[in-house]
């Protein structure tokens, strides 16, 4: 009867990776769980590794006898790589089958846990870059005059957001999750026209004159 997991040994990152790469020699005959996180990793990877681990943690994971295990190592690609092996023959050999069994008939496992890692991840996004492209994007597709530009740049982190969230968007997605988190900064503007963009800059003067 043909395996449902891929060993170890058998099993390499890449193309151009050894088969069982750095890993140890009682390990080769181990069973690869086919869920992989990287450091490039988007949510979906990101949230099916997290619940696969979770399923885990009732076996002998963190027991003397161990038998699954996150086995990491640095790579060239992206970094680092994180995969699971788990020991044949075991509860965790029946779990990690159940995965790959699930993951080839619907790539997610759990919608919820990966609608939370999503949304966690745009707001991150968001904070760290998205808020600043998106001003600097209004700035540019509206050829803003510079006491515009100013109030714009210059606007609380909270109108911006807000402005943003309450435009709408036909396609209904403010980001989108293909490969890592991508804000929908084009599909916001294409919804905008100049009123739009008069009264949020009509809005910021009035919290300068009230303030």
Request: glycine share 6%; aromatic share 14%; net charge negative.
């Given at each position: 009867?043909?395996?449902?997991?891929?060993?170890?040994?058998?099993?390499?990152?890449?193309?151009?990776?050894?088969?069982?790469?750095?890993?140890?020699?009682?390990?080769?005959?181990?069973?690869?769980?086919?869920?992989?996180?990287?450091?490039?990793?988007?949510?979906?990877?990101?949230?099916?590794?997290?619940?696969?681990?979770?399923?885990?943690?009732?076996?002998?994971?963190?027991?003397?006898?161990?038998?699954?295990?996150?086995?990491?190592?640095?790579?060239?690609?992206?970094?680092?790589f994180e995969i699971i092996l788990v020991k044949p023959g075991t509860e965790a050999?029946?779990?990690?089958?159940?995965?790959?069994?699930?993951?080839?008939?619907?790539?997610?496992?759990?919608?919820?846990?990966?609608?939370?890692?999503?949304?966690?991840?745009?707001?991150?996004?968001?904070?760290?870059?998205?808020?600043?492209?998106?001003?600097?994007?209004?700035?540019?597709?509206?050829?803003?005059?510079?006491?515009?530009?100013?109030?714009?740049?210059?606007?609380?982190?909270?109108?911006?957001?807000?402005?943003?969230?309450?435009?709408?968007?036909?396609?209904?997605?403010?980001?989108?999750?293909?490969?890592?988190?991508?804000?929908?900064?084009?599909?916001?503007?294409?919804?905008?026209?100049?009123?739009?963009?008069?009264?949020?800059?009509?809005?910021?003067?009035?919290?300068?004159?009230?303030?």
């Amino acid at each position: 009867m043909a395996e449902i997991l891929q060993r170890y040994r058998d099993w390499q990152p890449t193309a151009y990776d050894p088969c069982g790469y750095c890993a140890e020699d009682d390990q080769l005959n181990w069973f690869v769980i086919p869920l992989i996180q990287t450091r490039d990793s988007g949510p979906l990877d990101r949230s099916n590794f997290k619940v696969a681990t979770e399923w885990l943690e009732n076996c002998k994971g963190l027991e003397e006898e161990v038998d699954w295990t996150i086995y990491r190592f640095n790579h060239w690609g992206p970094g680092w790589f994180e995969i699971i092996l788990v020991k044949p023959g075991t509860e965790a050999q029946s779990i990690a089958e159940e995965i790959k069994k699930k993951v080839l008939d619907y790539p997610v496992l759990d919608e919820e846990d990966y609608s939370n890692t999503s949304y966690e991840e745009y707001l991150e996004s968001w904070e760290n870059y998205g808020r600043n492209e998106f001003v600097y994007a209004l700035i540019s597709h509206f050829d803003l005059s510079d006491i515009a530009r100013d109030l714009v740049e210059d606007a609380p982190h909270e109108e911006v957001d807000k402005f943003f969230t309450e435009l709408d968007i036909s396609s209904g997605e403010y980001w989108d999750t293909d490969s890592g988190v991508h804000i929908n900064i084009d599909g916001a503007l294409r919804e905008m026209d100049r009123s739009d963009m008069a009264k949020f800059i009509k809005h910021l003067r009035s919290l300068m004159v009230g303030g």
